[in-house]
Every structure is written in structure tokens, then in C-alpha cells.
């Protein structure tokens, strides 16, 4: 079991920037894919972002292209996300989450609690 724990979730005006981290319990991190998705209230949870096991491979949703960078350290068993340029839009709670499947389009099996990022016009 794949305990996920987010952070840098907060408000922040349109513009601004946030970096939200995912840090993992489990010590085989480097086997796992990570991803971030998000929710917006009613809204379907969306991906955001996600990236293959060693980092070789990113996927973005088209609305965060060019704003969005996911990365990861193995090292720490911690995944980011840096958002820059952030819209009204982006508003929703974000959830890390890994899944054993090395396709990034392919299910995702564990989740965090998420953290709430509002941007503020």
C-alpha cells in the first residue's frame, strides 16, 4: 500500500505561482508512475499532469501546457508540480496519485487526500 501525502496547496492571486509536492511512503517509488489530477466543484476529477516512472515521459492536459511542469526526485520518493501563470481556472483540489502500470494512460491505483490550490482573479 502506497501511502501519498500533498503539500503547497494555498491561494493565490491570477499570475501567480505554486509548487505542490507529493511525498510517498513506499521505498520502490522509482517503480511506480505518478500523476496529478485535479477537481474543480462539480467538475469530473481531470489528469493534469503525469510522468512515467523514471522521468523519461510526461503528459499534459492541453489547458496546462506551457504553465505546468511535473517532475520527480526518486531519491526523496516526492513528486511536483510547479504551476506558474496560474488562471481562475485552475482552482480545484489536486491529488497525487501512482499507479503500478508503466502506461501513463492506463489506471492510476493510489491516491492522496488532495490539497486545495484557489486562484483568486
Known amino acids: 500500500q502506497v501511502q501519498l501525502v500533498e503539500s503547497g496547496g494555498g491561494l493565490v492571486q491570477a499570475g501567480g505561482s505554486l509548487r505542490l509536492s507529493c511525498a510517498a511512503s513506499e521505498v520502490t517509488f522509482r517503480m511506480y508512475k505518478m500523476a496529478w489530477f485535479r477537481q474543480a466543484p462539480g467538475k469530473e476529477r481531470e489528469i493534469v499532469a503525469g510522468?512515467?516512472?523514471?522521468?523519461?515521459?510526461?503528459l499534459y492536459a492541453d489547458s496546462v501546457k506551457g504553465r505546468f511542469t511535473i517532475s520527480r526526485d526518486n531519491a526523496k520518493n516526492t513528486v511536483y508540480l510547479q504551476m506558474n501563470s496560474l488562471k481562475p481556472e485552475d482552482t480545484a483540489v489536486y491529488y497525487c496519485a501512482a499507479g503500478i502500470r508503466s502506461s501513463l494512460d492506463s489506471q492510476w491505483d493510489y491516491w492522496g487526500q488532495g490539497t486545495q490550490v484557489t486562484v483568486s482573479s
Open positions: 510522468i512515467s516512472r523514471a522521468g523519461g515521459s510526461t
